[in-house]
């Protein structure tokens, strides 16, 4: 393979979303195996004030770090659950709020958590097409926000275990594995993101009455089936040429 277009790959499978599979086993007759998950997240919030008045809200788009190890069992090639544990950059984005007294251009907030997942597959495995449908339920650890003001000038926050947000963040998603390799998903947080009692440094947040989000998520991931080249064992063996460049 071409060395360029091998450095091209590589890049390219950095920006978007990579999914790589590791070692199947047989465990009692069921398929196991482990999927390492990195996904990119556009993340859409319903947030209302006490008043009732819908913000400007925008899309979050989030890369780093959306990381996850999830555990895949096939009880046959149709049916099957899938579980595992999770890092997420989880947030939402606001234009021309104001936020103590100061009108801001835009608002970003987030919080990375930690969260645990059980979902349940269908469809054809051998094909690597299903449907699955779960829950997570998420711990945030870390706030952080950044204020965008009129002049350009960023103002950057955060804070460890901050009270500023719900400390837990439960979710329900539905997703399809496509044949091609491709993974889409929507998830819904079902409690509010923001803590509506909350009244300290980050601003007034009882002033949200409402502040929900919901993400699409896409991911890519390699399917490598028995006696097929994946192009990870293909990275592999060009390593040697891509350090004597």
Same mark, same amino acid.
């Given at each position: 393979?071409?060395?360029?277009?091998?450095?091209?790959?590589?890049?390219?499978?950095?920006?978007?979303?990579?999914?790589?599979?590791?070692?199947?086993?047989?465990?009692n007759g069921k398929k196991v195996y482990?999927?390492?998950?990195?996904?990119?997240?556009?993340?859409?919030?319903?947030?209302?004030?006490?008043?009732?008045?819908?913000?400007?809200?925008g899309v979050k788009t989030t890369y780093?770090?959306?990381?996850?190890?999830?555990?895949?069992?096939?009880?046959?090639?149709?049916?099957?659950?899938?579980?595992?544990? !999770?890092?997420? =950059?989880?947030? &939402? %984005?606001?234009?021309?709020?104001?936020?103590? #007294?100061?009108? $801001?251009?835009? /608002?970003?907030?987030?919080?990375?958590?930690?969260?645990?997942?059980?979902?349940?597959?269908?469809?054809?495995?051998?094909?690597?097409?299903?449907?699955?449908?779960?829950?997570?339920?998420?711990?945030?650890?870390?706030?952080?926000?950044?204020?965008?003001?009129?002049?350009?000038?960023?103002?950057?926050?955060?804070?460890?275990?901050?009270?500023?947000?719900?400390r837990f963040l439960p979710s329900t998603?539905?997703?399809?594995?496509?044949? !091609?390799?491709? =993974?889409?998903? &929507? %998830?819904?947080?079902?409690?509010?993101?923001? #803590?509506?009692? $909350?009244?300290? /440094?980050?601003?007034?947040?009882?002033?949200?009455?409402?502040?929900?989000?919901?993400?699409?998520?896409?991911?890519?991931?390699?399917?490598?089936?028995?006696?097929?080249?994946?192009?990870?064992?293909?990275?592999?063996?060009?390593?040697?040429?891509?350090?004597?460049?």
């Amino acid at each position: 393979m071409n060395k360029k277009l091998m450095i091209l790959l590589l890049l390219t499978t950095t920006v978007i979303s990579f999914n790589s599979f590791g070692q199947k086993e047989q465990v009692n007759g069921k398929k196991v195996y482990v999927q390492n998950v990195s996904d990119l997240m556009f993340q859409l919030s319903e947030t209302i004030d006490t008043a009732n008045n819908a913000f400007n809200n925008g899309v979050k788009t989030t890369y780093f770090f959306n990381y996850a190890e999830m555990i895949h069992i096939d009880l046959s090639n149709n049916y099957g659950m899938i579980t595992g544990l !999770s890092i997420r =950059n989880v947030g &939402m %984005k606001t234009f021309d709020e104001t936020i103590g #007294n100061i009108n $801001y251009d835009k /608002v970003k907030r987030r919080v990375f958590a930690l969260g645990g997942s059980v979902a349940f597959k269908a469809g054809s495995f051998s094909k690597h097409s299903f449907i699955y449908a779960g829950c997570e339920y998420e711990i945030a650890f870390h706030y952080r926000q950044k204020l965008y003001d009129n002049f350009g000038k960023i103002i950057k926050q955060g804070e460890w275990l901050s009270t500023a947000t719900n400390r837990f963040l439960p979710s329900t998603f539905i997703g399809y594995q496509l044949p !091609s390799g491709f =993974n889409i998903q &929507m %998830k819904y947080y079902l409690n509010d993101f923001l #803590n509506n009692s $909350y009244k300290g /440094v980050f601003g007034d947040f009882t002033l949200f009455k409402k502040s929900q989000i919901i993400c699409f998520i896409l991911s890519y991931q390699l399917n490598k089936s028995k006696g097929e080249t994946s192009i990870l064992d293909k990275i592999e063996e060009k390593k040697g040429d891509i350090f004597d460049l």
